[in-house]
């Protein structure tokens, strides 16, 4: 009867498995446990009302606007929202609502980048960002005088959390590919971040113009041990080898992602 993020497990004991490989160990005692209980894990379930089930079997839901978001674990931080998954996800974000407090906060937008919900984020980023009276009754979402997250006394993880959200929103890699301005906010100008560090291992510096179209990117690798990465602009994409050296990538006329080394 476990809950939905217990169910998180399953992204622990792939791991486990996938690691005992590369270490030339596949028939490891602890990885060969972790793939025989994959095959026992239940995948994610929906209520009636289209939302996700937090419960094994059917429930009602006793505060549904509860700023709890952890049946949607698999969503963010996890591995990504899958297709059939993606509507009881977001059927929940709505249930839920937007306003909540300073931890809540951070964890919505990053759910929304995941779903590319752009228009959803704006009024997300504005109530993580308003100003909060330290001396207000009650639970707030913002941010207090000192920039601290609000929420009595605070919440440091709504800050650290906040900013891994608006990574998620222009630099996205827990697919398998560096994935360029996945989810810029609708009403975000011309910009441009550097040191975002992708999975696994290369560093981002990228630029966007007024319409939030990529003007330039530019990847090296953290470590020695970064080689081929796969990089991604909407449906264009192209493979870079680091080890190489820099990569500079500019949207090409027709569509494409030419890179140049160096």
């Known amino acids: 009867m476990s809950s939905a993020i217990d169910i998180g497990a399953r992204e622990v004991f792939t791991w486990a498995t996938a690691l005992a490989e590369l270490a030339g160990q596949p028939d490891d005692a602890v990885a060969g446990a972790a793939r025989a209980a994959l095959g026992r894990l239940p995948g994610p379930e929906t209520d009636e009302d289209g939302t996700v089930r937090k419960w094994r079997g059917p429930h009602v839901m006793a505060e549904p606007a509860h700023r709890h978001l952890s049946p949607l674990y698999e969503a963010f931080p996890g591995t990504g929202v899958r297709p059939e998954h993606s509507a009881a996800v977001a059927r929940t974000l709505d249930v839920r609502g937007d306003d909540s407090t300073g931890w ?3 964890w919505k937008p990053a759910l929304r980048t995941r779903l590319r919900h ?7 980023i504005d109530l993580a960002l308003r100003e909060v009276d330290p001396a207000a009754e009650g639970e707030h979402g913002g941010l207090y005088p000192n920039r601290l997250s609000a929420h009595p006394p605070f919440q ?7 900013t891994a959200a608006i990574a998620e929103c222009v630099v996205q890699s827990h697919a398998g ?5 996945p989810a810029l906010p609708s009403d975000w100008p011309a910009g441009r971040m550097r040191g975002l560090v992708a999975r696994p291992g290369a560093v981002v510096d990228l630029a966007w113009d007024d319409e939030r179209r990529l003007v330039e990117a530019r990847l090296r690798r953290r470590s020695d041990r970064v080689g081929t990465v796969r990089v991604s602009l909407g449906e264009a994409s192209v493979e870079v080898d680091l080890a190489r050296g820099p990569w500079t990538l500019r949207p090409g006329a027709g569509g494409g ?6």
Do not use: C, H, W, Y
């Open 104 to 106: 809540s906060l951070a």
């Open 118 to 124: 752009t228009e959803r984020l704006p009024a997300l």
């Open 156 to 162: 440091i993880d709504g800050n650290f959390g906040f």
């Open 177 to 181: 590919t560096v994935d360029l301005l």
């Open 257 to 262: 992602l030419p890179a140049v080394a160096g």
